[in-house]
């Protein structure tokens, strides 16, 4: 599901394709504060130590202990599901709508006043869907929108010929995920190299 998730998380990000490398991949994803991202399998010393450059991000499938060079961040969670068509639906006061571009579908639920009050997206890659940047604004918590974006996420994926979901969550994330029927994957190190 690893592989899976970081071909969809280019996608869905509009970076470069993922280079292949004997323990995971290589994103050079060229933003300020996100020169490049290591995305591995398993913790490869050799490869970790190498790495010298600044805005060098990891993420690394299960627990790793990395040296003073990296800020380690909460933990988060390689996550998935089955896909199944469900109802979306939000309060009245907002309004759900999807659209695509390309191999990406995108979610926003906006309030009465036209701001956006969440999105995400859904990357298509085979038989996968990569949800990313599922985001509720802090104001409208706690109503269902998460829930509504989700839904009409899986939806659409499914509707577009694709069975599982994946995603990687923050432990925020995990809760809502785990009560939509996400099954956790593996654990996952987060860090970055500002030197």
């Not at 509009?14 to 933003?31: C, I, S």
């Amino acid at each position: 599901m690893l592989d899976a998730w970081v071909h969809g998380w280019t996608i869905s990000r509009n970076t470069a394709p993922p280079v292949r490398l004997p323990t995971g991949y290589r994103v050079d994803v060229g933003l300020p504060g996100h020169a490049v991202r290591y995305v591995l399998h398993t913790y490869d010393a050799e490869l970790v130590d190498g790495l010298a450059g600044p805005d060098t991000w990891l993420k690394i499938r299960g627990q790793a202990a990395l040296d003073a060079r990296w800020e380690v961040q909460p933990r988060e969670y390689l996550m998935t599901t089955v896909l199944s068509t469900a109802q979306a639906a939000v309060p009245p006061s907002y309004e759900l709508k999807l659209s695509r571009r390309g191999a990406v579908i995108d979610a926003t639920v906006t309030a009465a006043d036209g701001s956006v009050a969440a999105r995400g997206t859904a990357a298509l890659t085979g038989e996968a869907a990569v949800f990313d940047q599922i985001e509720t604004s802090p104001q409208h918590r706690r109503r269902g929108l998460g829930r509504g974006i989700m839904d009409a996420l899986a939806s659409a994926a499914q509707y577009a010929g694709a069975t599982t979901g994946v995603l990687v969550a923050t432990e925020d994330g995990r809760a809502l995920y785990t009560a939509l029927g996400w099954r956790l994957s593996a654990p996952m190190t987060a860090a970055v190299s500002r030197g």
